[in-house]
């Protein structure tokens, strides 16, 4: 009875919010026909979807999502590859973490879309510099969640690891990697996040297509109507990758998600 | 299978915001090969200071740890720590656990299932080999560590409050599984407890420790014949030996 009730309260919530996103849609949509709100400047849903439509028949809309998602891909599995690989090592050979963490405190603490000019003069515009800016921007939070994570790992589990006789790989692959793997997923989520925003930050300037472009190049033509598809697009896939990632993180950490209960 | 453990004029002290504090005043003491030993005392008088020494974990301010007439100087799998700090890995199902024990100390891959299964089935856990610990019981997290550290065949069982926090009922029954595993795998143990009545049921000497800092304060035998039956807890004699004891420890 207990989980019949569970599911039948999930089903109202999730009707109330579907209810609720539908009347907003609605009471747009009407101010719009009533000439409430200036159309030019907020198109009403009727016509994001035409443009969607529009956009999605031409070919603009699957040309710049690709592109995007060519940028982030590349530039966030690079910085996962980096921030897993030096936020071990940092994390587990202590006296050299001591000496090189600070400094990257310090560049961390510049926002990704600041190094902006300086990727466009090192790489020019186009994707080089595009795929800097994200790997740099998903880079730190990786690192360091994961190099707390590998810090935080219990002294009583690594003298378990010494007591049985583990080498170095295996005390690293089988106690360290594991325990900190809850943090570091953590750290790959935010580092999507960072990476998503990176990549449209990065458009607006440095590309010839791209979400990001998009938006900034109908700006100029004064097209709402595409701005507003484009963003609406940024924002779901921006919650798609944070969806996915939060599902592959309790499957995985499901045994510390348990611990906290 | 079995090693003797002696210590000679072994003292250990910690340094505290930068004062040296004795843990461990000048202790010497020999266990023998397959000896059930048994460290007494209240919390806080170096128990599990002699337990990390013997492990191997931390290093004697003076005096030096012998091993099977060889010195200790790191952690060995020869030497095993039992203990709920100790505890199993949560990212690890039960015969994941017991396994990495096997991989770490280099036992060949075709051997690790019968192993495993060996030791889940003499600890009683057979039936949670794929079970995480978090879903385990706190007695079946202790049987699982018990197994761990049997799988790589210890000559020493260094179990340090190995039952602490468990309610007497299940407490009273982990020690008869101890005792029969002790009997089968015939290793030395070295058990820590600040539990008399455990102490005497369990082991052949009892070593009685007096605190700050930690010193010997006696080393009593325990005649009574084995295999050992609950109800020896009830006799005479048994009451004679707790009273003894207990004499020691206030």
Redesign the interface.
């Known amino acids: 009875m207990q989980h019949n009730n569970s599911n039948s309260n999930r089903l109202s919530l999730l009707l109330l919010r579907c209810g609720v996103f539908f009347i907003l849609l609605f009471l747009w949509q009407i101010a719009a026909n009533f000439k409430i709100i200036n159309v030019n400047f907020l198109p009403p849903p009727s016509s994001l979807v035409k443009e969607f439509y529009y956009l999605a028949k031409s070919g603009y809309l699957s040309s710049n999502l690709l592109g995007s998602l060519y940028r982030v891909t590349l530039g966030f599995t690079i910085a996962v590859c980096l921030g897993v690989i030096l936020g071990t090592l940092l994390g587990y050979f202590s006296k050299i973490g001591n000496v090189i963490v600070p400094v990257l405190d310090i560049l961390r603490s510049i926002p990704p879309i600041a190094w902006i000019p300086l990727a466009i003069l090192w790489f020019g515009l186009g994707n080089s510099s595009s795929i800097f800016i994200i790997t740099l921007g998903a880079f730190f939070p990786i690192f360091v969640n994961t190099f707390s994570g590998v810090r935080s790992v219990s002294r009583?589990?690594l003298?378990?690891?010494?007591?049985?006789?583990?080498?170095q790989a295996?005390i690293i692959s089988?106690?360290i990697l594991?325990?900190a793997?809850p943090q570091l997923l953590t750290g790959i989520r935010i580092g999507i996040g960072t990476a998503w925003t990176s990549v449209i930050a990065s458009e607006m300037v440095g590309t010839r297509n791209g979400l990001g472009y998009a938006i900034q190049l109908n700006r100029i033509m004064l097209d709402t109507d595409a701005v507003i598809v484009n963003m609406i697009l940024i924002g779901v896939i921006g919650w798609l990758m944070n969806t996915i990632i939060l599902h592959i993180e309790k499957r995985i950490s499901f045994?510390?998600l348990?611990?906290n209960v | 299978m079995a090693t003797d453990i002696s210590l000679h004029n072994v003292s250990k002290s910690y340094k505290i915001s930068g004062k040296e504090m004795p843990a461990l005043g000048n202790i010497s003491f020999t266990v023998s090969a397959g000896e059930f030993f048994t460290i007494l005392g209240p919390s806080g008088c170096g128990k599990s200071t002699i337990i990390n020494l013997i492990?191997g974990?931390i290093t004697p301010s003076t005096g030096e740890i012998k091993a099977n007439n060889k010195v200790v100087i790191?952690?060995?799998?020869e030497?095993?720590?039992v203990s709920h700090?100790?505890?199993a890995?949560?990212?690890?199902s039960a015969q994941e656990n017991v396994e990495?024990?096997l991989?770490?100390?280099?036992i060949p891959q075709e051997e690790h299932k019968n192993i495993i299964s060996k030791y889940l089935n003499m600890v009683g856990i057979a039936g949670f080999a794929n079970s995480?610990?978090?879903q385990l019981s706190s007695g079946m997290k202790r049987r699982l560590i018990l197994a761990r550290a049997l799988a790589?065949k210890p000559e020493c069982l260094l179990m340090d409050e190995p039952l602490v926090g468990l309610d007497t009922q299940l407490r009273y029954s982990m020690q008869e599984d101890v005792l029969r595993i002790w009997g089968e795998e015939k290793t030395t143990v070295v058990l820590v407890t600040h539990d008399l009545e455990e102490a005497l049921y369990l082991s052949d000497r009892v070593l009685v420790m007096s605190p700050h800092p930690g010193t010997i304060r006696t080393i009593i035998d325990i005649p009574f014949g084995r295999p050992r039956v609950p109800s020896l807890r009830l006799t005479d004699v048994f009451q004679a030996y707790r009273r003894e004891v207990f004499g020691f420890l206030i």
């Open positions: 009583f589990h003298d378990t690891g010494r007591c049985f006789g583990a080498n295996l089988d106690i594991p325990s793997m045994w510390y348990q611990q | 492990a974990f790191q952690p060995s799998p030497r095993v720590i700090e100790y505890g890995f949560p990212w690890k990495f024990a991989k770490a100390s280099n995480y610990p978090f790589v």
